[in-house]
Protein backbone atom coordinates (compact mmCIF):
# COMPACT_ATOMS: atom_id res chain seq x y z
CA UNK A 1 0.00 0.00 0.00
CA UNK A 2 1.13 3.67 -1.13
CA UNK A 3 1.85 6.21 2.21
CA UNK A 4 -0.11 8.11 -0.11
CA UNK A 5 -2.90 6.06 -0.16
CA UNK A 6 -6.40 7.51 1.07
CA UNK A 7 -8.35 5.59 3.61
CA UNK A 8 -11.82 6.25 5.30
CA UNK A 9 -12.86 5.41 9.10
CA UNK A 10 -15.92 3.95 9.05
CA UNK A 11 -17.96 4.62 12.35
CA UNK A 12 -21.50 2.99 13.36
CA UNK A 13 -23.31 5.14 16.26
CA UNK A 14 -26.42 5.19 18.29
CA UNK A 15 -26.54 6.85 21.08
CA UNK A 16 -23.10 7.43 21.91
CA UNK A 17 -23.26 11.37 22.34
CA UNK A 18 -20.81 11.78 25.49
CA UNK A 19 -17.62 9.67 23.81
CA UNK A 20 -18.19 11.36 19.86
CA UNK A 21 -15.43 14.43 20.91
CA UNK A 22 -13.03 12.28 22.29
CA UNK A 23 -13.61 9.83 20.02
CA UNK A 24 -12.87 11.99 16.67
CA UNK A 25 -9.97 13.56 18.59
CA UNK A 26 -7.99 10.84 18.83
CA UNK A 27 -9.10 9.51 15.34
CA UNK A 28 -7.55 12.38 14.12
CA UNK A 29 -4.58 12.50 15.91
CA UNK A 30 -3.80 8.85 15.12
CA UNK A 31 -4.83 9.34 11.48
CA UNK A 32 -2.72 12.42 11.16
CA UNK A 33 0.28 10.51 12.38
CA UNK A 34 0.10 8.51 9.35
CA UNK A 35 0.76 11.43 7.23
CA UNK A 36 -1.82 10.05 4.31
CA UNK A 37 -5.43 11.21 3.51
CA UNK A 38 -8.22 10.06 5.68
CA UNK A 39 -11.74 10.88 6.31
CA UNK A 40 -14.24 9.99 8.89
CA UNK A 41 -17.61 8.70 8.06
CA UNK A 42 -20.15 8.31 10.80
CA UNK A 43 -23.02 6.72 9.88
CA UNK A 44 -25.57 7.70 12.63
CA UNK A 45 -28.32 4.63 13.08
CA UNK A 46 -30.85 6.90 14.14
CA UNK A 47 -30.11 8.03 17.67
CA UNK A 48 -32.61 9.71 20.35
CA UNK A 49 -29.97 11.32 22.04
CA UNK A 50 -27.58 14.66 20.77
CA UNK A 51 -24.99 11.75 18.90
CA UNK A 52 -26.50 13.08 15.03
CA UNK A 53 -26.19 17.46 16.38
CA UNK A 54 -22.91 16.35 17.55
CA UNK A 55 -21.90 14.98 14.53
CA UNK A 56 -23.33 17.48 12.43
CA UNK A 57 -21.17 19.89 14.06
CA UNK A 58 -17.81 17.99 13.41
CA UNK A 59 -18.69 18.03 9.83
CA UNK A 60 -19.12 21.70 9.84
CA UNK A 61 -15.76 22.35 11.55
CA UNK A 62 -13.60 19.34 10.20
CA UNK A 63 -13.42 18.63 6.20
CA UNK A 64 -12.32 15.18 6.83
CA UNK A 65 -15.59 14.52 8.40
CA UNK A 66 -18.95 13.41 6.91
CA UNK A 67 -21.96 11.03 7.81
CA UNK A 68 -25.00 9.60 6.74
CA UNK A 69 -27.99 9.52 8.83
CA UNK A 70 -30.91 7.12 8.97
CA UNK A 71 -34.60 7.37 8.78
CA UNK A 72 -35.01 4.84 10.96
CA UNK A 73 -33.01 2.29 13.69
CA UNK A 74 -31.70 -0.77 11.62
CA UNK A 75 -28.75 -1.76 13.43
CA UNK A 76 -24.95 -2.19 13.21
CA UNK A 77 -24.51 -4.39 10.17
CA UNK A 78 -26.84 -1.62 8.15
CA UNK A 79 -24.68 1.12 9.32
CA UNK A 80 -21.67 -0.62 7.95
CA UNK A 81 -22.98 -0.95 4.77
CA UNK A 82 -24.10 2.62 4.38
CA UNK A 83 -20.97 3.50 5.45
CA UNK A 84 -18.81 1.26 2.96
CA UNK A 85 -21.50 3.01 0.58
CA UNK A 86 -20.17 6.51 1.24
CA UNK A 87 -16.81 6.07 1.69
CA UNK A 88 -14.32 7.81 -0.83
CA UNK A 89 -11.34 5.65 -0.93
CA UNK A 90 -10.18 2.03 -1.71
CA UNK A 91 -8.90 0.97 2.12
CA UNK A 92 -11.87 0.80 4.78
CA UNK A 93 -11.15 1.46 8.31
CA UNK A 94 -13.80 -0.12 11.12
CA UNK A 95 -14.52 0.44 14.39
CA UNK A 96 -17.01 0.87 17.16
CA UNK A 97 -18.05 4.60 18.61
CA UNK A 98 -18.14 3.92 22.27
CA UNK A 99 -14.42 4.11 22.96
CA UNK A 100 -13.37 0.33 23.73
CA UNK A 101 -11.61 -0.14 20.00
CA UNK A 102 -8.34 2.44 20.31
CA UNK A 103 -7.81 4.81 17.25
CA UNK A 104 -3.93 4.59 18.62
CA UNK A 105 -3.66 1.19 16.68
CA UNK A 106 -4.63 2.50 12.83
CA UNK A 107 -1.22 3.22 12.15
CA UNK A 108 0.20 -0.09 13.38
CA UNK A 109 -2.77 -1.90 11.07
CA UNK A 110 -2.24 -0.01 8.22
CA UNK A 111 1.40 -0.82 7.96
CA UNK A 112 0.23 -4.24 8.00
CA UNK A 113 -2.21 -3.59 5.39
CA UNK A 114 -1.18 -4.93 1.78
CA UNK A 115 1.60 -7.31 2.83
CA UNK A 116 -0.13 -10.22 1.52
CA UNK A 117 -2.84 -9.32 2.83
CA UNK A 118 -6.32 -7.73 2.08
CA UNK A 119 -7.66 -7.27 5.06
CA UNK A 120 -6.31 -6.72 8.58
CA UNK A 121 -8.10 -7.66 12.31
CA UNK A 122 -7.41 -6.62 15.49
CA UNK A 123 -6.81 -9.27 18.14
CA UNK A 124 -7.90 -7.89 21.59
CA UNK A 125 -5.62 -10.21 23.33
CA UNK A 126 -6.44 -8.53 26.73
CA UNK A 127 -9.98 -8.04 27.02
CA UNK A 128 -11.74 -5.51 29.64
CA UNK A 129 -15.15 -6.88 28.96
CA UNK A 130 -17.07 -7.87 32.37
CA UNK A 131 -16.59 -11.29 33.36
CA UNK A 132 -19.79 -12.80 32.13
CA UNK A 133 -19.03 -11.33 28.49
CA UNK A 134 -15.93 -12.83 28.57
CA UNK A 135 -17.48 -16.24 28.71
CA UNK A 136 -20.06 -15.76 26.85
CA UNK A 137 -17.98 -14.76 23.81
CA UNK A 138 -15.16 -17.41 24.41
CA UNK A 139 -18.53 -20.30 24.36
CA UNK A 140 -19.95 -18.43 21.24
CA UNK A 141 -16.53 -18.35 19.38
CA UNK A 142 -16.24 -22.32 19.96
CA UNK A 143 -19.20 -22.64 18.70
CA UNK A 144 -18.71 -20.78 15.86
CA UNK A 145 -15.33 -22.22 14.92
CA UNK A 146 -16.84 -25.68 15.37
CA UNK A 147 -19.39 -24.14 12.45
CA UNK A 148 -17.57 -22.04 10.49
CA UNK A 149 -13.77 -21.70 11.49
CA UNK A 150 -12.55 -18.43 9.39
CA UNK A 151 -9.09 -19.06 11.22
CA UNK A 152 -8.99 -16.07 13.38
CA UNK A 153 -8.50 -15.44 17.18
CA UNK A 154 -10.96 -12.16 17.66
CA UNK A 155 -13.92 -12.21 15.24
CA UNK A 156 -15.61 -9.61 17.37
CA UNK A 157 -12.87 -7.13 17.23
CA UNK A 158 -14.94 -4.31 15.39
CA UNK A 159 -11.22 -2.57 14.56
CA UNK A 160 -10.30 -4.04 10.87
CA UNK A 161 -8.55 -2.99 7.46
CA UNK A 162 -10.27 -4.02 4.42
CA UNK A 163 -10.20 -3.09 0.66
CA UNK A 164 -13.56 -1.43 -0.05
CA UNK A 165 -13.98 -3.03 -3.67
CA UNK A 166 -13.99 -6.54 -1.20
CA UNK A 167 -16.55 -4.80 1.25
CA UNK A 168 -18.90 -4.07 -1.62
CA UNK A 169 -19.27 -7.50 -3.08
CA UNK A 170 -19.49 -9.63 0.07
CA UNK A 171 -23.54 -10.70 1.14
CA UNK A 172 -25.65 -7.95 3.19
CA UNK A 173 -27.86 -9.39 6.00
CA UNK A 174 -28.36 -8.82 9.52
CA UNK A 175 -25.74 -9.19 11.62
CA UNK A 176 -22.85 -9.40 8.65
CA UNK A 177 -20.07 -7.18 10.59
CA UNK A 178 -19.90 -10.55 12.86
CA UNK A 179 -18.66 -12.67 10.06
CA UNK A 180 -16.18 -9.85 8.53
CA UNK A 181 -13.37 -12.61 7.96
CA UNK A 182 -15.00 -15.21 6.62
CA UNK A 183 -16.99 -13.11 4.01
CA UNK A 184 -14.15 -11.52 3.25
CA UNK A 185 -12.42 -15.04 2.79
CA UNK A 186 -15.20 -15.86 0.27
CA UNK A 187 -13.90 -13.22 -1.57
CA UNK A 188 -10.15 -14.23 -1.86
CA UNK A 189 -9.47 -11.64 0.76
CA UNK A 190 -5.64 -13.45 2.76
CA UNK A 191 -5.67 -12.21 6.35
CA UNK A 192 -2.91 -10.90 9.18
CA UNK A 193 -4.14 -10.30 12.74
CA UNK A 194 -2.33 -7.82 14.89
CA UNK A 195 -2.79 -7.26 18.98
CA UNK A 196 -4.46 -4.39 19.65
CA UNK A 197 -5.49 -2.60 22.87
CA UNK A 198 -8.70 -2.80 24.27
CA UNK A 199 -10.38 -0.19 26.73
CA UNK A 200 -13.47 -0.38 28.97
CA UNK A 201 -16.46 1.43 27.28
CA UNK A 202 -16.61 5.11 27.52
CA UNK A 203 -20.20 6.64 28.61
CA UNK A 204 -22.94 4.78 27.91
CA UNK A 205 -24.20 1.78 27.72
CA UNK A 206 -23.90 -1.76 25.60
CA UNK A 207 -26.95 -1.30 23.16
CA UNK A 208 -26.21 -4.95 23.02
CA UNK A 209 -27.56 -7.93 25.51
CA UNK A 210 -25.83 -11.31 26.00
CA UNK A 211 -28.93 -13.52 25.69
CA UNK A 212 -30.09 -11.90 22.39
CA UNK A 213 -26.80 -11.82 20.71
CA UNK A 214 -26.68 -15.87 21.73
CA UNK A 215 -30.10 -16.35 20.08
CA UNK A 216 -30.16 -14.17 16.90
CA UNK A 217 -26.10 -15.74 16.65
CA UNK A 218 -27.56 -19.59 16.19
CA UNK A 219 -29.56 -18.27 13.59
CA UNK A 220 -27.01 -16.37 11.74
CA UNK A 221 -24.47 -19.33 11.93
CA UNK A 222 -26.60 -21.54 10.14
CA UNK A 223 -27.15 -18.79 7.63
CA UNK A 224 -23.47 -18.41 6.83
CA UNK A 225 -22.50 -21.77 6.61
CA UNK A 226 -25.51 -22.23 3.72
CA UNK A 227 -23.68 -19.34 2.55
CA UNK A 228 -20.30 -21.12 2.43
CA UNK A 229 -21.31 -24.07 0.87
CA UNK A 230 -23.24 -22.73 -1.73
CA UNK A 231 -20.52 -19.80 -2.34
CA UNK A 232 -19.53 -19.18 -6.35
CA UNK A 233 -16.07 -18.49 -6.96
CA UNK A 234 -13.63 -18.41 -9.87
CA UNK A 235 -10.88 -17.33 -11.69
CA UNK A 236 -10.72 -16.48 -14.96
CA UNK A 237 -7.65 -17.64 -17.19
CA UNK A 238 -8.24 -15.92 -20.68
CA UNK A 239 -10.92 -13.44 -22.18
CA UNK A 240 -11.46 -11.54 -24.98
Excluded at 120 to 138: E, L, M, N, P, Q
Excluded at 201 to 210: E, F, I, L, P
Excluded at 225 to 230: A, E, S, V
Aim: hydrophobic share 40%; charged share 30%.
Amino acid sequence: MSNAEKFSVVLPVYNEQDNLQTLFAEIRAAADSTGRPWEAVFVDDCSTDRSLDIIRDLAAEHPEVRYVAFAENRGQSAAFCAGFDAVESDIVVTMDADLQNDPADIPDMLAAFGRDCEMVIGWRARRRDTFIKRISSRIANRIRDSIVDDGVHDTGCSLKVMRTDLLRRIPRFKNMHRYFPILMKMEGARIHEVKVNHRQRGAGVSKYGTLDRALAGIWDLIGVKWLITRHIGYTVKEKK
